[in-house]
């Protein structure tokens, strides 16, 4: 089983729809998630991090972590074309400081 | 967020050569580094965790005497392909960690090698 799992997508939402991307980790000692997202060709950029349960929301942007289900999530709301792009979660690993990361879901907002 | 830039971003050498690529935390002193590659419509693989002061730890897979690693300060560490190949061709990227474990990538450099 893979540390951390997304769905690989791609997922299409029109503007101004909310664009719900999912993440489910195996490791239940891992305490810190990140969210990321990568547009074609760039570096990742961090947009979110969360470390309790729980709603944590920033601008157009909810991340969601539930610890006993072992699943993080990110909302966008209002969805715009320039939020389209890959979106990676990550987690930390129990005693190490790196990071796991999913396969990334490519979200396509059309105007 | 913290600043973290990786030079060159672009990179195109001979089969046979070696490469250097820089990863420098600009604001803020990252104990850790990491080193990741890239292929075309993939996730970031880990390659190593790099210490300052410490020699670096690979992921199962990885040439450690191809790929070396430096990480001779707490805002500096290199990665040099050594003797590359046309399949080293990738997508390289860095990333730096603060004392939250928050990773803050850099620009990324794509190597060729024809």
């Known amino acids: 089983q893979k540390e951390v799992e997304q769905n690989s997508g791609p997922l299409s939402v029109p503007e101004g729809a909310i664009a719900s991307l999912n993440c489910t980790y195996s490791d239940r000692g891992s305490q810190s998630f990140f969210w990321y997202r990568q547009y074609s060709g760039k570096s990742p950029e961090l947009i979110m991090s969360?470390?309790?349960?729980g709603d944590k929301e920033d601008g157009r942007f909810t991340a969601q972590l539930n610890k006993a289900s072992q699943y993080v999530s990110l909302l966008i709301r209002d969805s715009q074309p320039s939020d389209s792009a890959t979106y990676l979660c990550a987690g930390d690993q129990t005693g190490a400081n790196n990071l796991f990361f999913g396969t990334g879901t490519r979200l396509t907002v059309i105007p | 967020g913290a600043v973290v830039s990786q030079h060159p971003s672009w990179v195109i050498c001979k089969s046979g050569t070696s490469v250097k690529i820089e990863c420098r935390s600009l604001?803020?002193?990252?104990?850790?580094m990491f080193w990741y590659r890239q292929f075309p419509k993939q996730s970031l693989m880990l390659m190593a965790t790099?210490?300052?002061?410490?020699?670096?730890?690979?992921e199962q897979g990885v040439e450690k005497d191809k790929f070396l690693i430096n990480h001779a300060s707490l805002t500096l560490s290199t990665l040099t392909v050594t003797s590359a190949h046309p399949e080293d061709s990738s997508f390289y990227i860095c990333s730096a960690a603060n004392r939250a474990t928050e990773a803050f990538f850099g620009q990324g450099t794509r190597l060729t090698v024809v």
């Open positions: 969360i470390y309790s349960n």
């Open positions: 604001d803020f002193q990252a104990t850790t």
């Open positions: 790099s210490n300052e002061g410490s020699k670096a730890t690979y």
